[in-house]
């Protein structure tokens, strides 16, 4: 007979058999090739196996074989043999198994019936044991093992017991004479006060002083929301050092402003409205959402507004000129958003919590992020916030050299070409390769919190300092520099695109013949470590070729200014930070096998030296 293979999709609710046992258990689909599926199960460590596609069955037909299994058993006569049930074509190898779960878990869950009061004395089996299953004989009848009606035995004895004894403790109760309470003594009543004047010390130095790992956020808070403007307060038309401390306004109007409001709020509700439109190809998202891949919409009316706006006279350049109040509005707009994404977060399933977001502490839990991949009208927030990313820093350097060719009457300046043309690439390969969001460490185990809107929605405000070094201060170099800097700049975008692309097809299907060849080590998680390709040469060759990406930009502003410099070694202090953190988390998921990939790939980012 020809067996009809039922194909199962990402997050499909499943019944799959534990490994070494005959019994089933409730779970989902996190991954699958052709021959075997990746299950995480549902219990208290949401483990997770990989397991043959015979061991893993859909939900709903698995409980409708076994109410059918149920059912057919039950109308067995005694004396004739036992027929076996018809179950769905798909479980015929299963039917033992099925009945010996239905039938565990039926005698474990039973509840007796109340035997009726009867003078006459109660008959004696011929057989202990026929005895003993007849005396917890459930409302349903069925057949059972004799290891379990014994226990179920043992455990009504004992229930038996514990109830005539409090019976018995309570008629003393009732007949003995109360007694007065003893009167404690005075080193028991001084005790006591020391004690309740210790708890009432610390309950109110705990009210008063937050917990260390609230202390810890809110610095980084504090960080990470003042740096951008510290940063771009350095880099002005009349100056750009390091060795000051940068004039920081203190008024409201320097940081607010109506105009600001409108551009960013109109910005990202255009953001919104565009991506709903429904083309672009459908990918399936971890979170269950369906992404539709159409970023190059918003990015294409983006870059046609800009010369459209012009056309009928109005000025681009405010956003320029808005620069600060626009890095204000964001910021104010990331908080609201990570407030609000708290506040949904209450009622989220728990397979969709962060489990380093759900502490109890609200600055923490409100920084990391209570849940992992947030969807609000069946977008998902993260690759809006990736999309906002992208197009913020295009339209920024189209303003940039905007500004340049307004300033000096149409007269270009190559270098600046070249630097904005550089960051104008990776925002247009940021969205054109969306898809491969979904695979990236940053999307599967960072919460969407404080941390990372802050993170991802400034970044377009560090990176432009780039263009705006080159812009007020005029650095220019001859053309073999710069063909210079852009083949470090093409070595960079080739490691980075090339590693994310095929670490992206390689967790999307294995069996891909484009990545198919490539070496690879199992772990008892499910997922295979890539040691060949360009996971082979170091752990981390998409963060190496970023950190090049970036240097080739440095390079382009010169050695007179030291803030590029500056920018450079943070940028890559948060690479080495995110580095450690993601080994962290691979030993943890991976253990031994994650020792034998540090040893096929010793280093983590430069060969032979780190």
């Known amino acids: 007979m020809i067996r009809k293979m039922v194909l199962l999709k990402v997050n499909d609710r499943v019944m799959a058999k534990w490994p ?18 990746l299950v995480q199960f549902n219990d208290e460590g949401n483990s997770e196996y990989v397991l043959k596609h015979r061991d893993v069955k859909l939900f709903t037909a698995f409980h409708r074989s076994r109410s059918r299994s149920r059912g057919r058993s039950r109308s067995k006569s005694r004396g004739r043999g036992t027929r076996k049930a018809q179950l769905p074509y798909e479980y015929e190898n299963e039917v033992e198994d099925m009945v010996q779960v239905v039938n565990q878990v039926e005698i474990v869950n039973a509840v007796p019936e109340p035997e ?5 004395p109660k008959p004696v089996s011929t057989s202990p044991v026929t005895e003993d299953v007849v005396g917890v004989r459930t409302s349903t009848p069925m057949r059972q093992s004799l290891r379990v009606a014994a226990m179920t035995v043992e455990k009504n004895e004992v229930d038996g017991q514990a109830t005539q004894m409090n019976n018995v403790n309570a008629t003393k109760k009732t007949t003995s004479v109360e007694e007065p309470p003893a009167q404690p003594g005075i080193g028991a009543r001084i005790c006591s006060g020391a004690s309740f004047i210790g708890s009432s010390i610390k309950r109110g130095f705990f009210m008063l002083v937050p917990s260390f790992a609230t202390v810890k956020v809110a610095v980084i808070l ?4 003042a740096l951008p403007l510290v940063l771009n307060r350095m880099c002005t038309k009349n100056k750009c050092t390091v060795m000051e401390i940068p004039d920081i306004p203190t008024k409201l109007h320097h940081y607010y402003d109506l105009r600001a409001v409108a551009i960013a709020a109109g910005f990202l509700v255009s953001l919104l409205l565009l991506s709903l439109i429904p083309l672009g190809r459908k990918v399936d998202l971890p979170n269950g959402s369906v992404l539709r891949c159409n970023g190059y ?40 958003l990570a407030l609000l994404l708290y506040i949904k977060a209450r009622n989220i399933p728990k397979d969709a919590k962060n489990p380093l977001g759900n502490t109890g502490l609200f600055l923490p839990d409100l920084s990391t992020g209570r849940e992992l991949s947030p969807v609000i009208l069946g977008l998902d927030v993260k690759f809006l916030i990736f999309r906002a990313m992208a197009l913020m820093l295009l339209l920024f350097n189209v303003i940039v050299v905007i500004k340049d060719l307004d300033a000096n009457k149409g007269q270009y300046s190559p270098t600046l070409l070249v630097a904005c043309t550089f960051q104008i690439f990776v925002a247009v390969d940021t969205i054109w390769f969306e898809e491969s969001i979904s695979t990236m460490y940053e999307y599967n185990r960072v919460g969407c919190g404080l941390f990372t809107l802050i993170s991802y929605l400034m970044a377009p405000f560090y990176l432009v300092i780039y263009s705006r070094v080159v812009l007020n201060h005029r650095t220019e170099l001859e053309w073999y520099f710069l063909s210079l800097i852009a083949a470090v700049n093409l070595i960079g975008y080739t490691l980075s695109r090339g590693s994310y692309s095929q670490i992206h097809a390689f967790r999307k299907n294995p069996s891909d013949p484009a990545v198919a060849h490539l070496e690879s080590l199992p ?3 499910g997922r295979r470590l890539l040691v060949s390709g360009w996971w082979g040469v170091v752990r981390h060759p998409n963060y190496l070729g970023n950190i090049i990406s970036f240097t080739s930009w440095t390079f382009l502003c010169g050695f007179n200014f030291a803030l590029p410099w500056v920018i450079l070694a943070l940028t890559c202090s948060a690479y080495i930070q995110r580095i450690y953190e993601v080994e962290r988390d691979c030993k943890r998921k991976y253990g031994t096998a994650w020792d034998s990939y540090t040893q096929r790939v010793k280093n983590r980012l430069i060969p032979k030296v780190f």
């Open 116 to 120: 009726p009061k009867k003078e006459s």
């Open 297 to 336: 919409i918003p990015m294409l009316v983006a870059l046609a507004l800009v010369p459209a706006l012009m056309y009928f006279g109005v000025d681009v350049l405010v956003v320029y000129k808005l620069y600060q109040h626009l890095l204000a509005t964001v910021t104010v707009l990331s908080v609201v």
């Open 523 to 525: 772990t008892s998680a």
């Open 222 to 225: 504090l960080v990470l929301l």
């Open 20 to 37: 070494g046992s005959s019994l089933w258990f409730e779970g989902k689909i996190m991954d699958f090739n052709d021959i075997e599926y």
